[in-house]
């Protein structure tokens, strides 16, 4: 757990606007692979992410949070058009992008980028930066020579880095320093909308504060969406408008940060929050720890995916999947208790 302190305001967008994207009951089950002698028996599946809805606002930024395997990768990658959906929509500007070709999709993906948590790996490790910057300029076809230069000098300077660092090779390059020209790399065709999946959770706290405050100014500068993925609590209150929380392939509640902060409704997020500590009460909360592990998402539990560990859980939590509904105004949860 990191120590990012919260921001006076969470809240640096202003008041919105119309959703840039939608998403509409999103599903992605993934076959699971079988031995020979499996495979005349019935064919299982990873439930990944199981009729997941949200909607991100022009210029917010969305915190997608949840343990390891929750499915948050799998819904950022999935809404990008990267891995097909088994089923569900996600509208863009009018289009249900699940819906198109890969040849259609062409023209999205200079308008939707994904940031990893490590961005060494995306970096050609044989090439000048100069060189790499302007890959993806040539993709799409953008401009002549003298105009990828000048665009990669620009995109240097946006992101920190200087002039210079044109010439050099990724390895010359510390951990902060690489998570900038992976931002630079995805911000030089001037994206509409990012997903970063655990942009810092590979740096120290320090340079993860350097990288958070970067990313707000990039935000209002360049008028960017943001699903920022995260598993960090201190992290996403830092950086997002709103917050979903996700557990076994679902979202279990949805706020604005402020909101999730001070009223924590279900119970997995209750757990979740209680482990992170709290200013305003010197720092102690009382800490819930759930029992047992989170179960397999390839046999998910039925009824509530939580009640194997929910405190509360009752035998209808057993049989009964809970909706994700608005229970406050802006305020959703999927608990059959609330
Ligand atoms: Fe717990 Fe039941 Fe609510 Fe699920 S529906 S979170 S098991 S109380």
Redesign the pocket.
Known sequence: MTSVQPHASTTSVPPHQSPLLQVKGLTKQFPVHRPFEQLLGPRQYVHAVTDVSFELKEGETYGLVGESGSGKSTTGRTLLGLTPATSGEVWYEGKDITKLSNRELRWLRKQMQLVFQDPFSSLNPRKRIGSILEEPLLIHGVANHSKRQELAFAILEAVGLQPEHYFRYPHEFSGGQRQRLGLARTLILDPKLLVLDEPVSALDVSIQSQILNMLKQLQQERKLTMLFITHDISVVRYISDRIGIMYLGRIVEEASTDELFQHQR???TRALFSAVPDAAHSGRRDRIVLRGEVPSPVSPPSG?A??TR?P???ER?KQEV?VLREIASGHKAA???I
């Open positions: 279900h119970p997995y509530c939580f009640h929910c509360l859980a009752t939590c809970p608990c059959l208790l």
